[in-house]
């Protein structure tokens, strides 16, 4: 198998651990680096100063530490809510949710979009369809009454 370079850490990996960005896997998840996927924010123009280049960040990444010590830490995406950790019973191979947020599991990623002259900062959430509901996951559903329109 061929031998391909990291582009973050620059070491030399089996191609198969370097993906079509040319991040190898522990970059990926070192640094808590999303995929590459659409951008959420339509091609406009700052709406404060008009200014046209765009900072996207494909990931607002907070900083997460565990031990007594804070002796791990590590980076983080940031989303509206985590997913439920799961665990499979061994009765009838169920899987049932449990009491307790799946820290692994963020819902909802947050996106921030920030214009480059002026810093106006538009977040966007990655598949909002996907965010679960309910006072466990901090998160409730409010709808619009029909007759409001959009761009007041
Ligand atoms: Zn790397
Ligand atoms: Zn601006």
């Not at 391909?4 to 808590?32: P, Y």
């Not at 765009?54 to 530490?65: K, L, Q, Y």
């Not at 010590?69 to 995406?77: E, F, L, R, S, W």
């Amino acid at each position: 198998m061929a031998m391909k370079t990291c582009s973050v850490c620059e070491e030399e990996q089996w191609e198969d651990l370097v993906d079509d960005e040319g991040i190898c896997e522990s970059c990926r998840k070192n640094f808590a680096i999303p995929r590459q996927s659409p951008a959420l924010r339509p091609l406009t123009p700052c709406r404060r100063c008009g200014g046209r280049v765009i900072v996207r960040c494909r990931a607002i990444r907070e900083r997460g530490a565990s031990g007594g010590d804070y002796v791990h830490a590590y980076i983080a995406p940031l989303a509206a809510t985590f997913a439920r950790a799961t665990r499979e019973t061994l009765f009838r191979k169920r899987t049932v949710e449990q009491n307790k947020p799946d820290l692994a599991q963020p819902a909802g990623v947050f996106e921030a979009y920030i214009c480059r002259a002026c810093g106006l900062t538009e977040i966007y959430t990655r598949d909002p369809e996907t965010i679960p509901i309910g006072p466990e996951y901090a998160t409730e559903l409010i709808e619009v009454p029909s007759g409001e329109t959009p761009f007041r």
